[in-house]
């Protein structure tokens, strides 16, 4: 089935380092979204990207969609200790009915030393 | 995501016993999907359902795996005759729409099953 290649899969990092983190794909996606999860919590959407060559913030998060439709990069700067978490980059795939599911990558669990 | 609401959140089940997985959509949400995220996965698709219907169960396990969501209630997974590999976090998600609207489309925070 459609597959995400997301990394890498861990990063360990001093507080206040920039982080950079990818996602591939074989296959195009119209729309590629980034998802946080914290321990013990459900993925929560942190950045949409609906358009080709599309470059989206929301706060120190920076997203990229590729011009490909192939890939997208998410970028945290200056990162703080609640930064830590499992990052998803996700798609959404029609279903039978009508609807979209999503498929996921992996994660990269990142971890900050203070 | 406050809004969806899963219970339990952590479930121990013997093998061979039953568990039901209970998810309350957000207000006005009538799509609830199911997800499965196994131990250093990412979520995997497991079913769509609306009111009453199940829309799309290609991602579901054939055998001791249903999900219902009924006119009134909560939807519920049910496993059956649990086993080892079921050890997992089941996450639900609720969306207004028949589409996957990122903006308006939530997780719950899960259920974390435990076969023992």
């Known amino acids: 089935g459609q597959q995400l290649n997301q990394s890498p899969q861990s990063m360990f990092i001093q507080e206040g380092e920039d982080v950079s983190m990818n996602c591939t794909s074989s296959?195009?996606?119209?729309?590629w979204l980034w998802y946080k999860q914290d321990p013990g919590e459900g993925p929560v959407l942190l950045i949409a990207l609906y358009k080709a060559g599309e470059l989206t913030s929301n706060g120190r998060l920076t997203a990229q969609f590729g011009i490909t439709r192939k890939d997208s990069f998410l970028n945290i700067s200056a990162s703080i200790p609640s930064d830590v978490g499992i990052y998803f980059c996700a798609g959404p795939l029609p279903t039978q009915g009508g609807s979209e599911k999503l498929v996921f990558g992996k994660g990269t669990k990142l971890t900050v030393n203070p | 995501n406050a809004g969806v609401m899963q219970n339990p959140r952590h479930l121990v089940r013997r093998r061979g016993q039953e568990a039901r997985l209970r998810c309350s959509p957000m207000k006005g949400h009538s799509h609830v999907y199911w997800y499965r995220q196994l131990p250093e996965e990412g979520l995997k698709f497991m079913v769509y359902l609306q009111k009453e219907n199940i829309i799309d169960e290609s991602g579901m396990p054939k055998e001791r795996f249903s999900a219902e969501f009924p006119k009134e209630g909560p939807s519920i997974l049910r496993i059956q005759q649990v086993v080892r590999g079921d050890s997992a976090a089941y996450f639900c998600?609720?969306?207004?729409?028949?589409?996957?609207?990122?903006?308006?489309?939530?997780f719950g925070q899960g259920t974390r099953l435990t076969v023992v």
């Open positions: 998600a609720s969306s207004p729409l028949n589409r996957w609207v990122p903006l308006f489309a939530f």
């Open positions: 296959s195009i996606f119209n729309t």
